[in-house]
């Protein structure tokens, strides 16, 4: 695994709070902030801002983790201090912004969840693409309990997830769903052993780096937005994305290869 890059946060101890790897085609991202349970403060949203805005060319697939046992405990709540509503507006539009890049920036990713997975740190694993959690993972959104509403996108995309209903329940009462109850949710897709989380997104990650990029991008461009169109403009979308795929060369290569009994090659 090279170092491709790594970012400073002016102010952390450890001198980064995002750290990039690139292994072959899998950026390997990683919160780099285990003192402090990988809460989120400006510097680590800003971050990821900038890697999902530009990641680099080589990336097909990105591998999201947090270091020193948790994936993130949320937003960094010494960061924030009382605010004109219009100042939290514009707080939680930069959030919807970041977790819009990372749903749709055209790269799928895969996180890999484990300790605290609350608040906005269950906001940044819901905009990822595929969640591998390990057992220790706990799912929260304590908003409700520290005297605020969530703000990072949860009520469409945790709301999405386990439906309106029990993310309403979760709130009110600050349940904490574990790792099992939180993967027959859907909060996570694959349950593995202690320490084997990064080791199984890699897997994925790996997998998904060999479908054909184009059809990697539409599965997680159209299907969340046909999600939200009335049925009919959902299946013309449905139809113009099978258009756009079966039409360049990687179709072909995927049904030469089915027929030649090999694996396909895409561009
Ligand atoms: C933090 C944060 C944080 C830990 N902001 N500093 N999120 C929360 O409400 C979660 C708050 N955190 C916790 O409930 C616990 O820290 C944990 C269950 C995650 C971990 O417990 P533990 O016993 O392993 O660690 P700790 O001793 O509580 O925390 C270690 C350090 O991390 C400590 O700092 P220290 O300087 O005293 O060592 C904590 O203060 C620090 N820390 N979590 C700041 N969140 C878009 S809006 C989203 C809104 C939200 O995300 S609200 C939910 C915020």
Redesign the pocket.
């Known amino acids: 695994m090279s170092s491709l890059d790594t970012v400073s946060d002016g102010g952390n101890r450890q001198g980064e709070v995002l750290s990039v790897r690139l292994d072959g085609a899998v950026a390997v991202l990683a919160f780099n902030r285990p003192?402090?349970?990988n809460?989120?403060?400006e510097a680590l949203l800003g971050e990821l801002r900038a890697f999902f805005a530009n990641p680099p060319k080589e990336a097909r697939v990105v591998v999201l983790y947090g270091e020193g046992g948790?994936f993130?405990?949320?937003?960094?709540?010494?960061?924030q201090v009382v605010r004109e509503p219009s100042q939290v507006l514009y707080?939680?539009r930069g959030?919807h912004q970041v977790m819009e890049a990372i749903q749709f920036g055209g790269l799928p990713v895969v996180s890999v969840l484990n300790?605290?997975v609350?608040?906005?740190?269950?906001?940044i694993a819901a905009a990822t693409h595929v969640r591998v959690a390990e057992p220790t993972a706990?799912f929260?959104?304590?908003?409700g309990?520290?005297g605020?509403f969530?703000?990072?996108?949860?009520t469409v995309r945790v709301g999405r997830i386990i439906g309106a209903d029990r993310m309403t329940e979760m709130m009110l009462t600050g349940r904490i769903y574990d790792a099992e109850q939180g993967a027959a949710l859907g909060l996570a897709h694959y349950l593995v052993e202690e320490g084997k989380g990064l080791d199984k997104a890699m897997e994925l990650a790996r997998e998904i780096a060999t479908n054909a990029p184009l059809v990697n991008y539409l599965v997680i461009q159209a299907i969340s937005r046909i999600d939200d169109m009335a049925r009919s403009d959902g299946l013309f979308t449905e139809s113009l994305s099978a258009a756009l795929s079966q039409s360049g060369g990687d179709a072909q290569e995927g049904l030469k290869a089915f027929l030649e009994k090999r694996k396909p090659r895409f561009g």
């Open positions: 003192d402090k349970r809460a989120v403060n948790h993130s405990a949320g937003l960094d709540l010494s960061e707080h939680s959030w300790g605290a609350m608040g906005g740190g269950l906001e706990r929260q959104l304590p908003e309990k520290r605020i969530v703000g990072g996108g949860a």
